[in-house]
C-alpha cells in the first residue's frame, strides 16, 4: 500500500501560478512513477503530468509550457509547479503513484480554481 497526501490547492487568479505537493508514504518501492490526474465537473478525469523513478516526464499537451512536474527522492515528494494558470484549468487535481500513467493509488483530491 502507498499512502499519497496532497497539498497546495486554491484559488488564484487568470494569469497566476500554484504549486502542489504529494507525499508518498508506504510501499513506495512497489512503484515507478507518480504524477498527476485532474478532473473538472462534467468531464472524465484526465492525465496532467507524470514522472518516472528514473525522472522521464509525460505532459499533457495543454499544459505543456506552463506545468512543471518534479520529485524530491529525499522527501518522497513530487510536485507540480503550475503557472499562466487558465480557468480551464479548473478542477480537482488527484496524486497518483502507480506504473507509467497507470494509477495504482490515488490521493484524496485538491480543488484549484481559476478565476477572477
Known amino acids: 500500500q502507498v499512502q499519497l497526501v496532497e497539498s497546495g490547492g486554491g484559488l488564484v487568479q487568470p494569469g497566476g501560478s500554484l504549486r502542489l505537493s504529494c507525499a508518498a508514504s508506504g510501499s513506495i518501492f512497489s512503484i515507478n512513477a507518480m504524477g498527476w490526474y485532474r478532473q473538472a465537473p462534467g468531464k472524465q478525469r484526465e492525465l496532467v503530468a507524470a514522472?518516472?523513478?528514473?525522472?522521464?516526464?509525460n505532459y499533457a499537451d495543454s499544459v505543456r509550457g506552463r506545468f512543471t512536474i518534479s520529485r524530491d527522492d529525499a522527501k518522497n515528494t513530487v510536485y507540480l509547479q503550475m503557472n499562466s494558470l487558465k480557468p480551464e484549468d479548473t478542477a480537482v487535481y488527484y496524486c497518483y503513484s502507480g506504473y507509467g500513467v497507470r494509477a495504482a493509488y490515488w490521493g484524496r483530491g485538491t480543488q484549484v480554481t481559476v478565476s477572477s
Open positions: 514522472i518516472t523513478t528514473g525522472g522521464s516526464t
